[in-house]
Each structure stands twice: as C-alpha cells, then as structure tokens.
C-alpha cells in the first residue's frame, strides 16, 4: 500500500518561489532514492531532480541554480525548493519513489508560472 502525495503547486509569478513535498507512506522510505519529474502538454516527461537514500543530489541543467531537493527521512517527506522560477516550468509536478521504470509516482501537482 505504498502511496505518493504531492503537494505544493499552483499560481505564481515569474520570479517568485514555490516549495513542493511529497509524502510517503507503506514504505521504509529511507532506503529509496527519490525524484521529482515534470510534463507540460505536449512534451515529454522529464526528470527535474533525484536524491538517493545517502543524500547525493542530481538535477536537470534547465534548473540547477534555481531548484533544491532536499529529504527528511524522518518525516518521510521529500521537497522540491523552486525559486526564480520561469514560465517554461509551468508543468505538473510528479514524486517518483524507486526509479522511473519500477518505482511509484505521485498523482502529481500542477504548477503555473504566469503574471
């Protein structure tokens, strides 16, 4: 009964910042490595961000500088610090526990860059 809970999204301005958490739970999350994928209509799913279960991080170079991934395991709780964020982010946000091929994903949650 493992379940994936995004949260977070919605309207912000070019710019601005937004933070996205994903809750787990019906899993040992701390041995997981953990992502955040992204997919606007039209295009294809990308990955925005991982960090493994030892804390080493990896992100898109469309976002490095602007994005953070960060975890606590004892919350089980993944987060998705967005800052200066730009239009072309604009897509909906999906937490991905376990890979992208075998693992668990989020019902995802949109988020919109706009003024």
């Known amino acids: 009964q493992v379940q994936l809970v995004e949260s977070g999204g919605g309207l912000v301005q070019p710019g601005g910042s937004l933070r996205l958490s994903c809750a787990a739970s019906?899993?040992?999350?701390?041995?997981?490595?953990m992502g955040w994928y992204r997919q606007a209509p039209g295009k294809q799913r990308e990955l925005v961000a991982s960090?493994?279960?030892?804390?080493?991080?990896n992100y898109a170079d469309s976002v490095k500088g602007r994005f953070t991934i960060s975890r606590d395991n004892a919350k089980n709780t993944v987060f998705l610090q967005m800052n200066s964020v730009k239009p072309e982010d604009t897509a909906v946000y999906y937490c991905?526990?376990?890979?992208?091929?075998?693992?668990?994903w989020g019902q995802g949650t949109q988020v919109t860059v706009s003024s």
């Open positions: 991905n526990m376990g890979g992208d091929q075998m693992g668990y």
């Open positions: 960090i493994t279960n030892g804390g080493t991080t």
């Open positions: 019906g899993s040992i999350f701390r041995v997981y490595a």
